[in-house]
């Protein structure tokens, strides 16, 4: 049997997350009524024209910086023609040759496991409106009628074109979820897949492994989430797979991921695909990057998930919480205000996996929960001072989550605080043997065992409350004490 | 005594800031003369007398109110119909947009109003903008009114003719390649081809975008001026529009050409040309030579190639921009199974043949594997073109030619020869190819009394020169004939 290598390329369509549209004065607010976020430009009535939004610019470029793209310094916009209802204009005006942005990379990591995708281009499109069909098959043919809402026609769309770097599901999820988290630290969409404001779109092909030449590719829509994507990738390889190893061949063709049945089914084959017959956009002028623009883009370049992941590393978070903290700004602010206030990193870490865990239970946030850093640093001091056991401590953060107040209030309001002041904690321990003369017996004749049920003893007697360490220390101290 | 119909836009002005006449009165004479001839003529599609009557009216009320500073308060003007106008129908004489009344106006019908001119109504011409005869109209051909035998030219005939037979005092109109010069010439008016990017195009019913201007037609060349300076200017809703500012374009009208370098251009002033109309065209030559021009030949050798570009570069621009018209939002829908039959059926019952053949011709040379050897290299001409004129302007102010190789001609004649109709914008095709300004003149009468046109050529933002010397032209022609339709015989009878 061959041994076969997946070659795997991902488009991925991104909305901006602009004031206006991209061609038009329209607002980007998809809570409308449908057809009501319209004008003659982004209806394409007659003697409508377009003019290129310069915040969707900026956005695309910071996209394209963040990829590390070559910014052009001069791009064209074409039109790129084909016939749907839902295409105000029936053409689609975006880039072809001259894109805003070329040659970037990704670096990924599946398990420990690093690689480089490198990105092919960035581009920049206008979206379509949105078509609602009614009748049973959910599809525009066999539909009893179409309903179009153009609401969405004409709000910025990026495109980012990947290299046919990956080579497998889970680096095609690694890809698709650093490329989420980028966008959304530039703070250009909110790249919401189950929403559609970001969407992708996988081109996979098989070879033998080690051959040169690649195989006939297709090309996968209507993928929703990560998990889609993953899952959509390992049926297209293995139905590629199942197809070759029985002697037939590939068709190029473009499939439908179905999320009920985990399968993808063939839309149309290339013989059916359009020629778009690009040609340059008359409309627009050619767009001129100059070096202070680009300049200016770079300047504002924020802080990106892969600087994140160096910094949080620096400052003692594990991998773990790393991730958490390179995913919520809301947690890395809290990580940082409580490490930076001298808390305990690793001990911070694990009461934020708590954290995540309440914001999740009560659909919060950090901000509506008033749970500060200083919190933090003030549990950590009590956990370090052993007025608090680890325990105690995450009863306590979850009373702070809850509301009711400082770990401090909150600890003495629950009675939780730790008796640590040995004088107190000798006079329980004196009792605890004097009731158990037997116990010392054995002890003293070298069987260790009774310890522990002497220890447990005291923390009864003390409700819990005794510090394990403290009347461990004197019961052995005692008990073996003539 | 004078018919108001008559009168020029300046002096039209001058008499109602004077008292001498209403706005309503001047409108009531035109609407006269349209009453008169439209029988014969056909220059309008719609005539808007309720909304023409309430901007006269508002006009009185500013004119009374002592407002000076608009020359086109009052003053009647004819649109073409695929300029968008709020709330009147507008078609591009198709059939596919019979009875869309847009939500909006475009950016130079906004600047009329604001200017306080009062729009009679809206003219004819080829659908879409398409021909050379204004005989393409999914709402019958319109006449010319010298002589209503032949064509009034196209695609801006309407708007050409109305002025012509003074049913409005001024009109605008629309040339991609040469769609408002070549009615112009056709019907002893002066009609310019601003350069692409004066005026917006916000508004205007995309034929070619590329080659698409807004113009004026006047009687006179100062009367084309006044039109064209209310409203050129740039426009934040179209890209294309001119961000600079706005050339004196009435700035010179009296200045003369003395010292002027002119070139009269060999390649379209020879062959192809009607001998009358290139003897009328010498004549005007050496009126300017006689006035202090120093005049030279020019060649322009890539014009050659300039008719076959054009007509794969507007072609092809024109497929796409008329794929909007599908029967989902607006105008014409004729159902079918499913949609792609709807909007199949939609545009083959919706166009006429010759946007049909535009579209055909146009799908053709964009399509994958045609693209380099039609649009490709029609870009490549225009670039050459465009170096010619260049290369010129290194050596002379301005150019000249005739406007149209023939004076009208007779309805019928070019309809069923799409090249021969082709033909008719070849001395003004090269303009739009390079973008820069062009006018045509009236200069003088062929034997069967029809109009002879004269081009002037300027370099990108050369109006004031441009207009500077077709006052020149229009002082040594004297043309003073009026179109037999607007004589007082007719008009009295």
């Known amino acids: 049997m061959t041994t076969w290598e997946p070659v795997i390329g991902i488009e991925t369509h991104v909305e901006l997350a602009t004031r206006s549209k991209m061609f038009c004065g329209c607002p980007v607010d998809f809570g409308d009524q449908p057809n009501t976020a319209v004008c003659p430009v982004c209806l394409a009535l007659p003697g409508a024209l377009p003019v290129a939004n310069e915040e969707a610019i900026e956005g695309i470029l910071s996209i394209g910086d963040a990829l590390n793209c070559t910014l052009s310094e001069t791009s064209l916009f074409y039109r790129k023609n084909y016939f749907y209802p839902d295409l105000p204009k029936n053409y689609q005006i975006s880039q072809y040759t001259f894109p805003l942005c070329v040659d970037g990379n990704i670096d990924i990591d599946v398990d420990g496991d690093p690689s480089t995708i490198g990105i092919t281009r960035v581009h920049m499109e206008e979206d379509t409106g949105k078509s609602l069909h009614q009748g049973d098959t959910g599809r525009i043919h066999g539909a009893d009628a179409t309903l179009l809402d153009f609401n969405r026609a004409g709000v910025p769309l990026v495109e980012v074109v990947s290299e046919p770097d990956i080579r497998s599901a889970e680096q095609a999820r690694a890809y698709g979820a650093e490329l989420q988290r980028i966008v959304r630290v530039l703070g250009v969409s909110d790249a919401k897949l189950e929403e559609g404001s970001m969407r992708f779109d996988a081109n996979v092909s098989i070879k033998p492994a080690g051959s040169e030449t690649l195989g006939t590719r297709t090309e996968t829509k209507n993928v929703n989430s990560l998990r889609s994507l993953q899952r959509a990738i390992d049926f297209e390889i293995a139905r590629q797979i199942e197809v070759l190893d029985g002697g037939g061949t590939v068709d190029q063709e473009t499939r439908h991921w179905n999320e009920g049945t985990g399968v993808t089914t063939s839309m149309r084959s290339k013989e059916e695909s359009e020629d778009y017959r690009y040609f340059q956009e008359p409309d627009l002028l050619p767009l001129h990057i100059d070096s202070e623009w680009r300049e200016a883009v770079r300047a504002r370049r924020p802080e990106l998930p892969a600087d994140k992941r160096l910094r949080f590393h620096g400052l003692g978070a594990d991998t773990a919480t790393t991730a958490l903290l390179v995913d919520s700004a809301d947690l890395a602010a809290l990580y940082e205000g409580a490490v930076g206030g001298g808390a305990d990193p690793r001990t911070v870490g694990n009461w934020l996996t708590e954290v995540v865990a309440f914001l999740r239970r009560n659909e919060t946030t950090v901000d509506a929960t008033g749970l500060g850093a200083s919190d933090l640093v003030e549990l950590d001091a009590m956990t370090a001072g052993a007025s608090l056991s680890a325990t105690a401590a995450k009863e306590v953060l979850g009373g702070v989550l809850a509301g009711e107040g400082t770990p401090q209030v909150v600890a003495e309001a629950r009675d939780l605080l730790q008796i640590s002041d040995a004088t107190e904690i000798e006079g329980v321990v004196d009792a605890v043997l004097a009731d158990n003369a037997d116990a010392i017996d054995k002890i003293r004749s070298g069987d260790m065992k009774p310890i522990g049920y002497l220890v447990g003893q005291v923390m009864q007697a003390t409700g819990g409350k005794a510090d394990p360490k403290i009347v461990q220390e004197l019961v052995r101290a005692k008990a073996l004490a003539d | ?493």
Not at chain 2, 430 to 446: E, H, K, R, W
Not at chain 2, 474 to 479: D, Q, T
């Open chain 2, 1 to 493: 005594m004078t018919d108001l119909a008559d009168l020029t836009i300046l002096e039209a002005g001058g008499g109602l800031r004077a008292g001498d006449f209403s706005a309503v009165d001047l409108l009531a004479a035109n609407l006269r003369r349209a009453a008169v001839t439209e029988a014969h003529l056909h220059a309008f599609l719609v005539i808007d007398r309720d909304g023409a009557t309430r901007a006269a009216e508002e006009a009185d009320a500013a004119l009374a109110a002592g407002d000076e500073d608009r020359p086109l308060l009052g003053i009647p003007v004819a649109l073409k119909d695929n300029m968008v106008t709020r709330g009147v129908e507008t078609t591009a004489s198709s059939q596919i947009l019979a009875g869309w009344k847009p939500p909006y106006d475009g950016t130079a019908v906004a600047r009329l109003r604001e200017a306080g001119a009062v729009i009679v109504g809206k003219t004819n011409l080829d659908e879409f903008a398409m021909g050379s005869s204004t005989e393409n109209s999914a709402y019958g051909p319109t006449r010319n009114p010298w002589d209503t035998d032949t064509v009034p030219g196209g695609s801006s005939g309407g708007s050409a003719a109305a002025v012509a037979a003074g049913s409005a005092m001024g009109g605008f109109g629309s040339d991609t390649g040469g769609s408002i010069r070549q009615p112009a010439s056709l019907t002893g008016t002066v009609g310019v081809k601003p350069t692409y990017g004066l005026v917006s195009r916000y508004g205007l019913i995309a034929f070619a975008s590329s080659l698409d201007q807004i113009g004026p037609i006047g009687r006179t060349v100062a009367d084309a001026a006044t039109l064209l300076e209310a409203v050129a200017g740039w426009d934040p809703l179209d890209a294309t529009s001119y961000p600079g500012e706005v050339p004196a374009i009435s700035g010179s009208l009296d200045a003369g050409v003395d010292g002027l370098r002119i070139g009269i251009v060999t390649e379209l002033s020879s062959e192809g040309i009607d001998p009358q109309v290139l003897g009328a065209t010498t004549a005007v030559v050496d009126r300017l030579s006689d006035a202090g021009a120093e005049v030279t030949e020019v060649s322009l050798p890539s014009t050659e190639y300039a008719l076959s570009a054009y007509y794969l570069i507007a072609p092809a621009e024109c497929s796409a921009n008329l794929a909007r018209f599908d029967g989902v939002r607006y105008g014409l829908r004729v159902d079918g199974d499913n949609v792609e039959e709807m909007m199949a059926k939609t545009r083959g019952a919706g166009f006429g043949p010759e946007v049909i053949r535009r579209i055909l011709l146009g799908t053709y040379a964009l399509s994958a594997g045609y693209y380099d050897a039609f649009y490709g290299q029609a870009q490549r001409v225009r670039t050459l073109v465009r170096q010619d004129f260049a290369t010129a302007y290194e050596n002379v102010d301005l150019l000249v030619s005739p406007t149209s190789p023939t004076t009208a001609f007779p309805v019928g004649a070019r309809t069923t020869d799409p090249i021969a109709m082709y033909y008719s914008d070849v001395c003004t095709i090269p303009s739009n190819l390079s973008g820069d300004p062009a006018m045509s003149i009236p200069v003088g009468l062929d034997d069967a009394g029809l109009p002879i046109g004269f081009q002037v050529m300027a370099p990108a933002l050369g109006e004031e020169l441009m207009f500077r010397v077709a006052a020149e032209v229009e002082r040594g022609a004297g043309f003073t004939d009026r179109a037999s339709l607007a004589t007082s015989e007719v008009v009295d009878a």
